[in-house]
């Protein structure tokens, strides 16, 4: 899928670690630019550590689950305030010093994504699915960045918290993009902590069952997988440290630790670009 103007899709996912280090979230800014040249770029982002420095200046506790921050109906206005309001206006800011043109959303902006609860243990924490694409295409065709905050809403109008990777991979899979998801590591490590280049489907269950993959690389790389296998394009899992090496997507090439989609992988070792 291209938007009107013939540019392929690029979805870019950024968390909250990136957010404490301005510099480096200038350099990552300065490089999607670089990357509008050939992509139309939606950034989506979350911000767990701003939300948890609010919740704690708050004297609420928190926890999470499996990897999934419980959310609590009463914490709700604090996280949406952190996540749609503090988060994302910083970075619209320096999206402006830039040179870009950024829209600050939310997944629940032009219905662009549905949400229900995700388990009721969980609290408000939602689970999304696409919806419709019009309002990011209207954007991307004006030359604007949407800069899309984790928060959605149910059909009772119900706010909710979302996984920032799950909310990436939803707006990748209703654009049929591409999607980078930056963190603080290279990309997946093997046992020997050494940068493994490609990943397809069994040799994520290999590995996770070795707890090579572990922790809250689990939950992004089996994202990053059911992306991939529902757009059919690769998946870059890479590093915010390194912004300069997201530019070998100009030239097809791959970045960071690709996750192949199941049909490439058994017709093809190369990447989807």
């Given at each position: 899928m291209a938007n009107t103007i013939g540019k392929s899709?690029?979805?870019?996912?950024?968390?909250?670690?990136?957010?404490k280090d301005g510099a480096a979230l200038q350099s990552v800014l300065q490089v999607l630019q670089q990357?509008?040249?050939?992509?139309?770029?939606?950034?989506?982002?979350?911000?767990g550590d701003t939300t948890q420095a609010l919740?704690?200046?708050?004297?609420f506790?928190?926890?999470?689950?499996?990897g999934v921050r419980v959310t609590p109906k009463a914490h709700i206005p604090y996280v949406v305030g952190a996540l749609a309001g503090t988060v994302n206006s910083e970075i619209c800011a320096q999206a402006?010093?830039?040179?870009?043109?950024?829209?600050?959303l939310t997944l629940l902006d032009g219905g662009m994504c549905k949400a229900q609860i995700t388990e009721p243990r969980f609290?408000?924490?939602?689970?999304?699915?696409?919806?419709?694409?019009?309002?990011?295409t209207m954007l991307s065709n004006g030359d604007y960045l949407p800069v899309v905050?984790?928060?959605?809403?149910?059909?009772?109008?119900?706010?909710?918290?979302?996984?920032?990777?799950?909310?990436?991979a939803v707006v990748a899979q209703l654009l049929s993009a591409e999607l980078l998801l930056l963190s603080d590591v290279a990309g997946v490590l093997d046992q020997d902590k050494q940068l493994i280049s490609q990943l397809d489907s069994a040799q994520i269950s290999s590995l996770t069952e070795q707890n090579v993959i572990q922790g809250g690389m689990v939950v992004k790389v089996n994202s990053a997988l059911a992306t991939a296998n529902q757009t059919q394009k690769s998946v870059f899992i890479s590093?915010?440290?390194?912004?300069?090496?997201?530019l070998a997507l100009l030239k097809g090439q791959s970045c960071g630790t690709c996750i192949v989609p199941n049909l490439q992988a058994d017709s093809s070792k190369g990447t989807s670009l």
């Open positions: 899709w690029l979805v870019a996912k950024v968390g909250g670690a990136l957010l990357l509008q040249t050939r992509y139309a770029v939606v950034l989506v982002h979350g911000g919740l704690e200046a708050l004297d506790s928190s926890e999470k689950i499996d402006k010093v830039a040179g870009l043109n950024p829209v600050g609290g408000s924490v939602g689970k999304v699915s696409p919806a419709d694409s019009n309002l990011l905050a984790s928060i959605a809403c149910d059909e009772v109008g119900n706010l909710l918290n979302v996984n920032a990777d799950d909310a990436a590093s915010w440290k390194t912004p300069e090496q997201m």
